[in-house]
């Protein structure tokens, strides 16, 4: 019992606190020119920072993050926001040659992923949280599936993991992973509330519940639909 307790608080330690986490994603951004940084304060939220939709929903993207604003934590901020669009902030290109097939591209060193089009063109991109680069106390450590994947199955937004969290006493599962699309073993792309601007999951790839659910809806494609399944291309962690 104690031994299960020890693995619990640990887990949840990890879930809530980011010591063993890289440093936020906006950090990234502090030395460029045509970024600002700045600390946020008490009482500061995306809506009230940034009430346009739009531009709050693009300051999201950049930072990496969709979880509430804490004080101290740093966001950076384009200089000519107002004159930007979300693909001119991609961390990706927006064409690159074609494979002749839809691509969803994961990079864990940008911390972003990005849906290619048959023809090599950008559809659209968002943020990720991919496997903690450390993870005592789980078990078979959380890291990231890397390589070629396909996606094998995909559920709607009452999808469940049978295989995450992973615990000691082996009854594993029981995360929520909403629009889930699996590409490897209990490994999947789903939507979360929890993409914090560093890696933080315990392997699976979160996703923007919103971007999970147009990618599973609306790009994605499995076996059971005809086809050879949507490739996945995930490469390795900057830690």
């Known amino acids: 019992m104690k031994n299960m307790q020890s693995v619990l608080l640990i887990t949840l330690l990890l879930l809530i606190n980011p010591i063993f986490a890289e440093k936020p994603f906006a950090e990234n951004y502090c030395h460029d020119p045509d970024y600002i940084c700045v600390k946020i304060k008490s009482h500061d939220s995306w809506s009230n920072l940034f009430p346009n939709p739009e531009i709050r929903d693009m300051i999201r993207r950049i930072n990496r993050m969709n979880t509430s604003l804490k004080p101290g934590l740093t966001i950076a901020i384009p200089k000519n926001i107002d004159r930007l669009t979300i693909y001119d ?13 839809k691509t969803i591209y994961v990079s ?38 890397t390589g070629s994947f396909r996606i094998v199955r995909k559920q709607d937004i009452e ?24 590409f490897f073993m209990g490994f999947a792309l789903h ?11 315990h392997g699976c790839v979160r996703l923007f519940t919103e971007d999970a659910r147009w990618l599973n809806e609306e790009f994605v494609e499995t076996a059971e639909e005809g086809s050879a399944g949507t490739r996945v291309v995930i490469d390795e962690p900057a830690y």
Request: with cysteine; aromatic share 10%; charged share 15%.
């Open 89 to 101: 902030v991609s961390p990706f290109p927006r064409y690159i040659e074609s494979t002749g097939e």
């Open 108 to 145: 864990q060193s940008k911390l972003a992923w990005a849906a290619y089009d048959t023809e090599g063109e950008l559809v659209w991109w968002g943020p990720i949280s991919s496997g903690m680069s450390r993870c005592p106390g789980v078990i078979g450590g959380c890291k990231t599936p």
């Open 191 to 201: 939507g979360s509330d929890i993409v914090p601007g560093y890696p933080a999951s």
């Open 159 to 182: 999808c469940i993991s049978t295989a995450f969290p992973r615990r000691a006493d082996g009854n594993n599962g029981g995360a929520e992973m909403p629009y889930c699309m699996h």
